[in-house]
């Protein structure tokens, strides 16, 4: 028998987990110093967020359960480098009371959880699809954060991780244990032709100056928001070292193959692609597909939704198979043979 005086874990997504971050929020809101006016819950995720109201504007209080102070102070660093470089709204950190952007809290019969306090960033999602002109400039938005990155040195104490090889193994991995429940034998098999070669090229791949820095690494389309038709980008929590192409095809995912399209060519306006751009694209595109079924395939709430995404997403796995371009043509769905 345990005798470890160490709360035992309550699942993040309970209802008693919830209403322990919402106790620890206000413990962040007395060490913040702010005269707030209201508090609301957004989302837990990978982190636990709400909205705060004070006397003057808005900010965005971050409660995260398993990231370190060093890898969110990181973070912050990164974020206050970009501030002085674009001319657009970008999230940032707040110092605390006692002058720190990122601080420890403790939960009553629970871990401890670190907070972080952000400016909020003005901007919703498009009501409807995201249309051309939106995808360019959403482009455009990508090119400029790359390259306000390129000039960044990260100081000695600095820690993110690396987004890369070893990472997409881990997710390749994760994505094989849990596929058998949105995909059948058959098609198992053509995920497992095409993760093999795209582990190869990606171990081979060089890092080279123009290719590979300091990245969003989760710029979705719901981490994408529209103000008066300009993009911002918010949530930089997964920000790491990465290839600017692994960067780029996150929102890309979310895009019919026209809307692609435009937003390359928002890219491209501001920003030179490298050499063979357009297959090492493609490669990540599906890299980034099964790193996300690989983080959703483990909800039983998400099967349906996967299952169904399938004949597309197989349809595109095949045409690569093939040798065939896909990212910006109109793929028949998938069918067995």
């Known amino acids: 028998m345990s005798t470890s005086n160490n709360p035992s874990p309550v699942p993040l997504h309970s209802s008693k987990r919830l209403n322990q971050f919402k106790q620890a929020a206000l413990s962040a809101l007395q060490q913040s110093g702010l005269d707030w006016s209201s508090i609301r819950f957004l989302q837990l995720s990978d982190a636990c967020t709400f909205k705060i109201e004070h006397g003057d504007g808005i900010k965005l209080l971050r409660l995260h359960p398993d990231t370190s102070l060093a890898e969110l102070k990181s973070e912050l660093t990164w974020l206050e480098d970009l501030h002085s470089k674009v001319d657009f709204p970008l999230p940032h950190g707040i110092p605390f009371q006692n002058g720190e952007l990122a ?82 034998d058959q098609e198992l098999e053509l995920y497992c032709d095409v993760t093999i070669p795209l582990l190869e090229w990606l171990k081979e791949l060089p890092i080279e100056q123009n290719s590979h820095g300091f990245i969003h690494g989760d710029l979705h389309q719901g981490n994408i928001l529209f103000h008066e038709g300009q993009p911002r980008a918010i949530d930089f929590g997964r920000c790491g070292f990465g290839f600017y192409l692994y960067d780029l ?76 371009p896909f990212l910006f043509e109109r793929v028949p769905l998938y069918t067995m043979e």
């Open 103 to 184: 601080i420890t809290l403790e939960i009553l019969d629970s871990p401890s959880c670190s907070a972080t306090l952000m400016q909020w960033v003005e901007g919703s999602h498009s009501e409807e699809a995201v249309t051309l002109e939106e995808a360019f400039r959403e482009g455009e938005l990508i090119a400029r954060l790359h390259g306000a990155s390129e000039t960044f040195q990260p100081p000695p104490s600095f820690q993110r991780p690396v987004w890369g090889f070893d990472s997409f193994q881990s997710a390749s991995e994760r994505f094989f244990q849990y596929a058998s429940a949105f995909v059948d």
């Open 249 to 324: 095809v996150q929102p890309l995912l979310g895009l019919t193959p026209d809307g692609r399209q435009a937003l390359c060519q928002g890219y491209a306006s501001l920003r030179p692609f490298p050499n063979h751009w357009m297959t090492q694209l493609e490669r990540f595109f599906l890299i980034s597909m099964i790193e996300n079924y690989a983080h959703h395939g483990p909800n039983p709430a998400e099967t349906e939704s996967l299952r169904e995404e399938q004949p597309y997403a197989l349809a595109m796995i095949k045409r690569f198979l093939d040798g065939q």
